[in-house]
Nanobody, 130 residues
Framework: QVQLVESGGGLVQAGGSLRLSCAASGRTFSGYGMGWFRQAPGKEREFVAAISLSGLRTYYTDSVKGRFTISRDNAKNTVYLQMNSLKPEDTAVYYC???????????????????????WGQGTQVTVSS
């Protein structure tokens, strides 16, 4: 069992930055692929980013490429999402998720579906004002 707790959300103006953190407790953190998802009002939850066990491989949805950076510190059992150049359309509840095994698939693909992840945090609200 893995418990995930997100923090770092808040209200920011368009063009600003936020850094989300997700602290994990329980089993060996380095054995879990990690991801960030988000859910905007009235929309389904969507994939944002994922990171491999070692942190060497990262994956992003197209709308955040070049603006968001996912990273992990296995010594601190924490995964981060650095969000720069925020836009109003980034407004959502952001969720941290963990899956047993890597977030990377063979052949260069990765796991991006909700069902691929086993554990979820409670979410943190990010609001970007225009």
């Amino acid at each position: 069992q893995v418990q995930l707790v997100e923090s770092g959300g808040g209200l920011v103006q368009a063009g600003g930055s936020l850094r989300l953190s997700c602290a994990a407790s329980g089993r060996t953190f380095s054995g879990y692929g990690m991801g960030w998802f988000r859910q905007a009002p009235g929309k389904e939850r969507e994939f944002v980013a994922a990171i491999s066990l070692s942190g060497l491989r990262t994956y992003y949805t197209d709308s955040v490429k070049g603006r968001f950076t996912i990273s992990r510190d296995n010594a601190k059992n924490t995964v981060y999402l650095q969000m720069n150049s925020l836009k109003p359309e980034d407004t959502a509840v952001y969720y941290c998720a963990a899956r047993q095994g890597s977030a990377a698939r063979q052949g260069g693909s990765y796991y991006y579906s909700e069902g691929d992840y086993d554990y979820w945090g409670q979410g943190t609200q990010v609001t970007v004002s225009s």
